[in-house]
């Protein structure tokens, strides 16, 4: 399983960003795709977390209201929309895939708990 991040840059305050992750390779059994995003000196955070199907969304409440997490099976991408950005969400952000789980277990808010990742891409939100 591959997955290629893009869509981060340097937006102000306030203002809106779409992050996409393209899955490609053996995506069948997928079950659970996040979005993760780790600042500089911090640890790697959960942010959203979607199921394939697209049915079940969970979000870290830090976002919740502000970002909003979809997927197009057809082009097999996941998205992060990301509104009322704020200097605080500045981070590279990763999108994962994993087999199994809800959305909002424990496990699918690990980040250890994900084989797959794509390479980040940098979120900078000046104020």
């Known amino acids: 399983v591959q997955l290629q991040a893009s869509g981060g840059g340097l937006v102000q305050a306030g203002g809106s960003l779409r992050l996409s992750c393209v899955v490609s390779?053996?995506?069948?059994?997928?079950?659970?795709m996040g979005w993760f995003r780790q600042a500089p000196g911090k640890e790697r955070e959960h942010v959203a977390t979607?199921?394939?199907?697209?049915?079940?969304?969970y979000y870290t409440d830090s976002v919740k209201g502000r970002f909003t997490c979809s997927i197009d099976n057809a082009r097999n991408t996941v998205y992060l929309q990301m509104n009322s950005l704020e200097p605080e969400d500045t981070a590279i952000y990763y999108c994962?895939?994993?087999?199994?789980?809800?959305?909002?277990?424990?496990?699918?808010?690990?980040?250890?708990?994900?084989?797959?990742w794509g390479q980040g891409t940098l979120v900078t939100v000046s104020s």
């Open positions: 994962a895939a994993r087999y199994g789980g809800l959305v909002a277990s424990t496990t699918a808010l690990n980040p250890s708990k994900y084989p797959y």
């Open positions: 979607i199921t394939w199907s697209g049915r079940a969304t």
């Open positions: 390779g053996s995506i069948f059994d997928i079950n659970v």
